[in-house]
């Protein structure tokens, strides 16, 4: 048996135990860090449910979850999950200065040409990037939740991140069982820009009274073989997520695409955000 190349993931939770899970399944030595014990502890609760759950419905033997789990470890220390790592992903919260101080530390531990690559779901790579010695390897891959689950891997090109870098996360991508694209560092990257455009549509119509939520999402669904309609998936995100998300585009691309639209406004002031709330264009109830 060939040995598993080292990976680090920098960050154990939503996204961090996800990425790890694909990893370690993918045949790497992964290690998986947080400062957080009880992060780490949770996040290995997950990917055990994960697999247990994949074995249930046929999607994963034992013999891959023994292989998996016999390649993954957990760490408090960064120094010592990165070191020597030829790959690195990051998953910490989306804060520039943290991602920064996080990617700039495991560059130190990494090996000498490392990938260091981060999740992050709006941030400038290049912005990221800026400060760090190994600014030509400094790349954005973002997966999408469930990471065991979803296809998806949108690969940020920042704007000194070298070809030779853009491969190897592709590579990655690849063995990890993900569908790559390759984008521009650009506000809300090809999936948040298209995806949000569609939902804030949604909502003017359903504000302006030209069909019901129900009626609009049923469009989308058979009409274009969307999984779930544009509001429905508003109501899960978070509608104060997507207002968030719908201000900054806003600014960022200063398109009226973006603008948002009042009545999410006055949803989300009115403390009706979606599922969480119980309440956003759909009455949610808690087992759902
Ligand atoms: P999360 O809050 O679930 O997990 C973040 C983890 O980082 C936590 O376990 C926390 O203990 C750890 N952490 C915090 N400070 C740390 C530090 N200084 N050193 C080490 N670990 C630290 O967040 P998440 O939802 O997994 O998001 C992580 C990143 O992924 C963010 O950049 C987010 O924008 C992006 N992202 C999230 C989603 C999503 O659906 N949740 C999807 C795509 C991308």
């Not at 990494?110 to 690559?117: K, P, Q, S, V």
């Not at 058979?222 to 104060?240: E, F, I, N």
Request: with cysteine; aromatic share 4%; proline share 5%.
């Amino acid at each position: 048996m060939t040995a598993r190349p080292p990976l680090a993931v920098l960050g154990a939770g939503t996204m961090g135990h996800g990425i790890a899970q694909v990893a370690a399944m993918a045949g790497y030595d992964t290690r998986l860090f947080d400062a957080m014990p009880e992060a780490l502890e949770t996040a290995r609760e997950r990917i055990e449910a994960n697999l247990r759950k994949g074995i249930q419905r046929g999607k994963v033997t034992p013999e891959e979850r023994d292989r998996a789990l016999d390649g993954l470890s957990y760490s408090r220390y960064l120094g010592e999950a990165a070191d020597g790592v030829g790959i690195a992903i990051e998953a910490v919260p989306e804060k520039l200065d943290l991602k920064q101080k996080i990617l700039a530390r495991c560059g130190e531990a990494a090996a000498d040409r490392a990938l260091l690559a981060t999740n992050t779901s709006s941030l400038s790579i290049t912005a990221l990037a800026e400060g760090l010695p190994a600014r030509d390897r400094v790349i954005g891959m973002h997966f999408f939740n469930p990471v065991h689950i979803m296809a998806l891997v949108e690969i940020v090109r920042g704007a000194e991140t070298s070809d030779e870098t853009v491969a190897k996360a592709r590579e990655v991508a690849e063995r990890l069982g993900k569908t790559p694209i390759v984008i521009a560092d650009s506000p809300g990257f090809a999936s948040s820009r298209l995806g949000l455009a569609l939902g804030l549509e949604a909502i003017r119509m359903v504000e302006e009274g030209v069909a019901s939520p129900e009626d609009i999402d049923t469009a989308m669904m058979l009409g274009y073989r969307h999984p779930m309609g544009p509001l429905k998936l508003g109501d899960l995100v978070g509608l104060d997520v997507r207002l968030d998300i719908a201000r900054y585009l806003h600014e960022a691309l200063g398109s009226p695409v973006f603008e948002p639209p009042t009545l999410l406004e006055r949803m989300v002031a009115a403390g009706r955000l979606g599922r969480k709330s119980g309440q956003g264009f759909y009455r949610w109830s808690e087992d759902e």
